[in-house]
C-alpha cells in the first residue's frame, strides 16, 4: 500500500470549510484513496473514498489531482463535533493501514 | 442498520486469566476484522476473516486467537497476555474483503491487563 504524509495537526473555525491535504506520491493505479476520522476514544468512522474521480457526499468532498498524488478532504462547514483525528489512506487489498493523521481542532 | 457491536466495553484481566472479545454485525458482511490501537497511535490491523476463513494474521502472538462462528460473530479470545498488551481493541466489517468497499468500526473494547 501506497505510504500517506498528512500534516500533524490543523485548526478551523466553527462554521468555516476544512480543507485537509494528504499527499500519496507513490500510489499506484488501483490503489483508492480513503479517509476515515476517530473521535476521542470512539471506534473510527469512515468518510468518503475516492479513486480518480471527486466525489462528495453528505459528510464530506474528496479531491484528487489528476496525477492522483494528492488529495483534499473537505469538510464544508466545519462544527465542534468534527474535531477528530482525521486518517488518509491509500488501499489497494483488503488492508487499511492507518498513518499517524491529522488531528483537526474546531474552534467557536 | 449499519451497527457493529463490540462486548464488553471494558475489561480488566490478570496475566494468567482466559478471557474473550465479542463482535457482532447484522449487515450481511463477509469480512470481519480485528485492530488493536495504543495511547495515541493509529489504529494497527491483526487479523482478516473473508467469508469466515482467517485469510491474514499480522504475525499476531498466539496469546491472541481469533474465531469466526458464523458469518455475524467475530470473537477474540485472550490468554497469557502482557500489560503492553493493554489497549483499544477495535472491530470491523465490511461488505466484501475487497478494496472499494468501506470499513465499518465498532466502538472497540479498552483492556486493561494487570
Known amino acids: 500500500d501506497a505510504k500517506t504524509t498528512q500534516p500533524p495537526s490543523m485548526d478551523c473555525a466553527e462554521g468555516r470549510a476544512a480543507n485537509l491535504p494528504c499527499n500519496h506520491s507513490t500510489i499506484s493505479g488501483n490503489e483508492y484513496v480513503y479517509w476515515y476520522r476517530q473521535i476521542h476514544s470512539q471506534g473510527p468512522q469512515y468518510i468518503i473514498h475516492?479513486?480518480?474521480n471527486n466525489e462528495t457526499n453528505e459528510m464530506a468532498s474528496l479531491i484528487i489531482t489528476e496525477d492522483r498524488k494528492s488529495s483534499t478532504l473537505i469538510l464544508p462547514h466545519a462544527t465542534l463535533r468534527d474535531t477528530a483525528v482525521y486518517y488518509c489512506?491509500?488501499?489497494?487489498?483488503?488492508?487499511?493501514?492507518f498513518g499517524t493523521g491529522t488531528r483537526l481542532q474546531v474552534f467557536p | 442498520d449499519t451497527e457493529v457491536t463490540q462486548t464488553p466495553k471494558h475489561l480488566v484481566m490478570g496475566m494468567t486469566n482466559k478471557k474473550s472479545l465479542k463482535c457482532e454485525q447484522h449487515?450481511?458482511?463477509?469480512?470481519m476484522y480485528w485492530y488493536k490501537q495504543k495511547a495515541k497511535k493509529p489504529p494497527e490491523l491483526m487479523f482478516v476473516?473473508?467469508?469466515?476463513?482467517?485469510?491474514i494474521n499480522e504475525s499476531v502472538p498466539s496469546r491472541f486467537s481469533p474465531e469466526c462462528p458464523n458469518s455475524s460473530l467475530l470473537n477474540l479470545h485472550l490468554h497469557a497476555l502482557q500489560p503492553e498488551d493493554s489497549a483499544l481493541y477495535l472491530c470491523?466489517?465490511?461488505?466484501?474483503?475487497?478494496?472499494?468497499?468501506?470499513?465499518?468500526f465498532g466502538p472497540g473494547t479498552r483492556l486493561t491487563v494487570t
Open positions: 489512506i491509500a488501499m489497494n487489498t483488503d488492508k487499511l493501514i
Open positions: 476473516y473473508s467469508y469466515e476463513k482467517l485469510s
Open positions: 449487515m450481511g458482511h463477509r469480512a
Open positions: 475516492g479513486l480518480k
Open positions: 470491523a466489517s465490511s461488505q466484501e474483503p475487497f478494496e472499494g468497499y468501506e470499513q465499518y
